[in-house]
T-cell receptor
């Protein structure tokens, strides 16, 4: 069966520090991969998505970047965190969004102090 | 993208059925209707989807209006574990790579 792993679960980082969040999927190949962010009390915002290795689409201009170095690995990064980067970060995968839906990871709660 | 409109919140008693409405008056013929829910402090979870016909699965039922301009997610017997934010989302082949979440309906379930 397919599983999605996301870590760490919680993270407290100072302003100006770098960030690296990792997401891996097991049990499938060539999945679509997504990064979402949910600010406190707000809705889910799509940040990046990828349909293949090295293929990244950005939805909103921001302080973050994403990379897909391997088929089932998706990384969210920042060189210098801002206070506004705080939020709940969710990774998701899909093999066919229309018929199979998305499966989300358990999320990383990032607090920038 | 076609938009959906949902009530901000709803309440239900435990063991009672819950009907969560969604309006999507600008839906196109190729839009599928998806429902997700997000429990507190968790990622969203796929619930059900449909195109034209009503659908049933182990979690819920989806009733789709004949003109497809609205749909209703039906939880047959609400439990406390069903307390969550429920999202109604339209997705088609043109936007197949992107799931766009609205504000959803916050469902409260009480004893």
């Amino acid at each position: 069966s397919q599983t999605i792993h996301q870590w760490p679960a919680t993270l407290v980082q100072p302003v100006g520090s770098p960030l690296s969040l990792e997401c891996t999927v097991e049990g499938t190949s060539n999945p679509n991969l997504y990064w979402y962010r949910q600010a406190a009390g707000r809705g889910l915002q799509l940040l990046f998505y990828s349909v293949g290795i090295g293929q990244i689409s950005s939805e909103v201009p921001q302080n973050l970047s994403a990379s897909r170095p391997q088929d089932r690995q998706f990384i969210l990064s920042s060189k210098k965190l801002l206070l506004s980067d705080s939020g709940f970060y969710l990774c998701a995968w899909s093999s066919g969004p229309i018929f199979y839906g998305y499966t989300f990871g358990s999320g990383t709660r990032l607090t920038v102090v | 993208d076609a938009k959906t409109t949902q009530p901000n919140s709803m309440e239900s008693n435990e063991e009672e059925p819950v009907h969560l409405p969604c309006n999507h008056s600008t839906i196109s013929g190729t839009d599928y209707i998806h429902w997700y829910r997000q429990l507190p402090s968790q990622g969203p979870e796929y619930v059900i989807h449909g195109l034209t016909s009503n659908v049933n699965n182990r979690m819920a039922s989806l009733a789709i209006a004949e003109d497809r301009k609205s749909s209703t997610l039906i939880l047959h017997r609400a439990t406390l574990r069903d307390a969550a934010v429920y999202y109604c989302i339209l997705i088609n082949t043109g936007t197949a790579s992107k799931l766009t979440f609205g504000t959803g309906t916050r469902l409260q379930v009480t004893l």
